[in-house]
């Protein structure tokens, strides 16, 4: 399976901190792309990182991708109560539509 | 630019009736893809449409489960009977060509609730 897996299922910090998640994948990609979801809507995309790039930032959003080991890492710096939402990612390559379970995210104000 | 239109955003129904749910994807997208969410899970892929053609449907419980996307632009997912099971939200996506390559453009979704 080219399935995006994220890690940890759940996270619960305080406003103000650094959430860190991480997601590892089985095949070659082409890229690797991140999305959120708030409660009771659709996933957003939130940034993509290309096969060959090492790390992506995206206003307090950090992106790393190690190809050697297959895994990928979001995180989301100064968190607010507004980044509460499942977070997923999913692996870039042809024919890969697939989503992991995602990581749940609990910003407590 | 608009994005992806679903409709309804909710649905109650009773076991073994049908409902249908209707989305218009993002304009100029050729590719519209259909997932089921269960609570708690990631969304699972049931069909994948280029233009009014079918690329992938091998996850769609086809004994009740049908889609057709007309003239390769709105798409409509029916449910003839409906099971308890099938109680999740439906969420349609478009992307511009399509393959997996592409990040995905998600509506909000219709909740559906079967009781």
């Known amino acids: 399976s080219q399935q995006g897996e994220e890690d940890p299922q759940a996270l619960s910090i305080q406003e103000g901190e650094n959430a860190t998640m991480n997601c590892s994948y089985k095949?070659?990609?082409?890229?690797l792309q991140w999305y959120r979801q708030n409660s009771g809507r659709g996933l957003v995309h939130l940034i993509l990182i290309r096969s060959n790039e090492r790390e992506k930032h995206s206003g307090r959003l950090r992106v790393t991708l190690d190809t050697s080991k297959k895994s990928s890492s979001l995180l989301i710096t100064a968190s607010r109560a507004a980044d509460t939402a499942s977070y997923f990612c999913k692996a870039g390559s042809q024919g890969n539509l697939i989503f992991g379970k995602g990581t749940k995210l609990s910003v407590k104000p | 630019e608009a994005g992806v239109a679903q409709s309804p955003r909710y649905k109650i129904i009773e076991k073994r009736q049908s409902v249908a749910f209707w989305c218009n994807p993002i304009s100029g997208h050729a590719t519209l893809y259909w997932y089921q969410q269960i609570l708690g899970q990631g969304p699972k892929l049931l069909i994948q449409?280029?233009?009014?053609?079918?690329?992938?449907d091998s996850q769609l419980p086809k004994d009740r489960f049908s889609a057709e996307r007309l003239k390769g632009v709105d798409s409509t997912l029916k449910i003839q009977p409906a099971k308890l099971e099938d109680s999740a939200v439906y969420l349609c996506?478009?992307?511009?060509?399509?393959?997996?390559?592409?990040?995905?453009?998600f509506g909000s979704g219709t909740q559906l609730s079967v009781l």
């Open positions: 996506a478009s992307s511009l060509r399509g393959g997996g390559n592409e990040k995905l453009f």
């Open positions: 095949t070659s990609i082409n890229n």
């Open positions: 449409f280029q233009n009014n053609g079918v690329v992938d």
